[in-house]
Each structure stands twice: as C-alpha cells, then as structure tokens.
C-alpha cells in the first residue's frame, strides 16, 4: 500500500487508474508479494482484458468483484485514455546486461602515459597564468611532429615509442590564434600545419552539438583534441555547478573520443576558495572530475620561485603518475623533470607566489592589469599595438598574458579574417576551422 501511495495520479484518468488500484489492493492481499507494479508510459504493453486474467491467475484469487468488472467496462467504452499496465516480475525485456566472461579486455593506447589516454577525457585544471595553456601546446607540439615529450633525461633503452605525426584540433576562447597559439606553438617547434583551430567569425559553438564535432573529428582524424576552457563551449543554456546538466554533455563527448580514437582535454580554472581540498577547487560541479579518467592540477610549484607543477589527481586507467615540473621563459617552455608533490602543495604553492613569495613578480601584474585596464576602457584595441605599448611601458609579455587572463581580456577579429584586437570581458562568438598555418 505504502508504494502506490508514493505516486500521485492527477488529471481525467485519476478515478479509473485509482479505482483499479484500490480493487487490486483491496481485495487480494497476496498482490503486494508478487510485486505488482503499474507503468502509465507503456499502455500498449498489455491491455485491459490480459491484466484482468493475469490477476485471476494469481494462486487464491477467487472471483473478481464486480467493482473490478464496472471498471474495465468503463476503461473499454473510453480506448482513448491511457491505460494502466500491470505485470509480474519478469515480464519485458529489462536492462541490456552481458556477463564479464563475455566482454573482450581491451588495453589502453596513450598520448602520454600515464596522464593523457587516447580514446579517454583527461582534465587539466588550474588558476589563470599557471602555463596550461604552454603546457598543452608543447604536448600538441610534439604530437605534430611525431616526439614524446621528455620530462626527464632519457635512459639508454626506456625512450618511450615515439608515434607518426598527426592532427590536433586545439578549440580556445580566450588566447588569440594569431598573437598566442602560433608564436608560442612556433617555440614548441610544432608543425603549423597539421594543428588546426577556431576560425575567426561565424555562429557560435557548443559541445552540446554532437553532430558537428562528430563530423569535425571523421574530417581531419586528430589525436589531441583540446577545448579550453570547458565553461566557454559548454553553450548558455547549461549550468556547469548542476550534474545533471553537465554529465550528459561529457557523455556523449566521451563516445567521440571512443569512436574517433583521440585523446580530449577539457581545461577548466578554480574557484576562489582557499580552504577547500585540491579537487574541490576545480570549477563547477564534482561531476565533472568524476565523468573524466585522468586530471592534472596546475600550479605553482612550491620548491622553485618561478617554475610551475602538474599534479596528477586522478587516473582510472593507470597507477597516477609523479607531478609534472616545468618552467617558461622567453624561448618557450622547458620540462624541470618530474617529482613527487602532491596537489595541496601546489594550490599552497600558488598562495605563496602570489603573495609574500614573489613580490617582484605580482608588482609586475598589478601593473599590467592596470596598464589593460586604461588601454582597454574605451573599447577594443589591436593586438600588435597593445602588446608594442605595453613593451614600452617596460612590461613584459610573460605579465601582459598572466594580466589579460585575470582580466577576462577577449581577442576578437576586426571582420573575417581581419587583424585581432583586444578588449574587455564581453559576450563572443567562434567557429570555423583553419590550420594553424593559414593565420
């Protein structure tokens, strides 16, 4: 009795659904025992009449009363309706199950072991000015151009099997193609013309468009796909801090890492919090950490003033690796090795660099923030001049880049194809997908 009162019945067929219940219940009451259940969504399944004699053939049953039989001849003279459905444990198909003997194992192909499987979602996260971005391009650098990133010095018979080169699909809303990806995938020294980006101009996109980044991948097969940052191509309709919203997304993106062999980066920042531990950092719902195989936290690295740390927080596929060391300097990026830092020394790390750590360091950015702030105020400006402005101010470009992604600063094409500019946080829309070597 306690089930059925659970679930409330309104409109037109409330009286005859209820009625029916309350013969059922009240005149058998053998009829909990067997589970009898009532589905409104599948009233083909079994009509009126079959339902009857399924009941009838309950050991015990008796003779129907006639409350029963003026109900059914109600539910007859009105097929319209939706009828309810009963049935025994056992009857319909019910879930699409396969015993574990019968599943084929399958072992994992990877990017870059343990951290980037192909075929798999992997999750890079971390605070604006950290090198994520430096840190995938060198990554899609050597992917271009067939080479293993090497972390550490080789030993003589463990260098890792170097892949052919192939394609990287690399989608960003923040960094310019013309003044960030190429001149730093150009450092990296990485084939132009096999990775390919967002084109300036046309409609906007969003991951929820399964279709058109299905057909994307089946066009140029890349094995690197990176969508930076996640929150930007998740479309305005979906809330990234609701599971519900955001898991069916990562789903069906997944099944596209599946079904086209890559390897996808999601890049997302963290939130403000300080005291929270380092997963729950990352911005946006937890589900997000759970939907993906393998996450790398950025930061600062606490151990050196001006190098920076990938820790590895999650890995379904392998034993997590050791954090990931590297600096950038003017020539690029440089790998420090790797080392055992776990992910809280690098969100403490990050706190001391801001702070006292690096006062130098943080003048620096104070003053480029402000030097964007009043170049910026009275809207959009070319890329080239600001950069050539800020140089003359005495800034470097390392602070101008850690400035613009604190600032939320938006590179925008002047028309198709035209000169990139700079301004202030404001709505954006991307698409289209020329090679890195056409910009």
């Given at each position: 009795m306690k089930f059925f009162a659970r679930h409330s019945v309104r409109g037109p067929e409330a009286p005859l659904i209820n009625g029916l219940l309350q013969c059922i219940i009240c005149t058998r009451d053998k009829a909990l025992e067997v589970c009898v259940w009532i589905d409104l969504r599948k009233s083909k399944a079994l009509g009126i009449e079959k339902m009857i004699n399924n009941i009838a053939s309950f050991e015990d049953a008796g003779e129907l009363p006639q409350e029963l039989r003026n109900v059914v001849a109600v539910a007859k003279q009105k097929p319209n309706r939706v009828q309810p459905v009963i049935t025994k444990p056992g009857i319909g198909k019910g879930l699409d199950v396969v015993p574990l003997s019968e599943v084929e194992e399958e072992e994992v192909d990877w990017l870059l072991e343990p951290y980037l499987p192909i075929g798999k979602i992997t999750l890079v996260a971390g605070d604006p000015g950290v090198g994520k971005?430096?840190?995938?391009?060198?990554?899609?650098?050597?992917?271009?151009?067939?080479r293993v990133p090497q972390f550490t010095v080789p030993v003589e018979g463990q260098e890792p099997v170097a892949l052919p080169p192939a394609q990287?699909?690399?989608?960003?809303?923040?960094?310019?193609?013309?003044?960030?990806?190429k001149p730093r995938f150009r450092m990296q020294h990485g084939d132009e013309s096999r990775l390919y980006t967002l084109n300036a101009g046309g409609s906007g996109y969003s991951m929820s468009q399964f279709q058109l980044l299905d057909e994307t991948l089946t066009k140029l097969t890349p094995r690197l796909v990176v969508i930076d940052p996640l929150q930007a191509f998740l479309g305005s309709k979906v809330d990234m801090h609701r599971a519900n919203e955001v898991r069916p997304i990562l789903e069906g993106v997944a099944k596209l890492a599946a079904k086209h062999h890559c390897a996808i980066v999601l890049l997302l920042h963290l939130n403000k919090s300080t005291k929270q531990n380092a997963q729950y950092r990352i911005l946006g719902s937890i589900d997000i950490l759970a939907a993906v195989r393998s996450a790398l936290l950025a930061g600062h690295d606490p151990n050196r003033q001006d190098g920076f740390a990938l820790a590895h927080i999650k890995s379904t596929c392998a034993r997590r690796g050791q954090?990931?060391?590297?600096?950038?300097?003017?020539?690029?990026l440089h790998w420090n090795g790797l080392a055992d830092i776990s992910a809280d020394s690098i969100i403490q790390g990050a706190g001391r660099a801001v702070g006292q750590g690096s006062s130098i360091?943080?003048?620096?950015?104070?003053?480029?923030i402000s030097f964007l702030q009043n170049s910026l105020q009275n809207g959009p400006v070319p890329t080239a001049a600001l950069k050539?402005?800020?140089?003359?101010?005495?800034?470097?470009?390392?602070?101008?880049?850690?400035?613009?992604?604190?600032?939320?600063?938006?590179?925008?094409?002047?028309?198709?194809?035209?000169?990139w500019t700079c301004r202030l946080?404001?709505?954006?829309?991307?698409?289209?997908?020329?090679?890195?070597?056409?910009?």
């Open positions: 971005t430096f840190f995938l391009l060198a990554v899609a650098a050597a992917v271009s151009t067939g990287v699909l690399y989608l960003s809303a923040e960094d310019g193609a013309s003044d960030t990806l954090s990931i060391l590297y600096s950038i300097h003017d020539d690029g360091r943080s003048g620096r950015v104070v003053e480029a050539a402005a800020a140089i003359g101010k005495g800034i470097s470009v390392r602070s101008l880049d850690i400035a613009k992604h604190e600032t939320g600063v938006i590179h925008t094409p002047d028309g198709l194809r035209g000169k946080p404001a709505n954006e829309e991307v698409v289209a997908l020329p090679s890195l070597a056409e910009v």
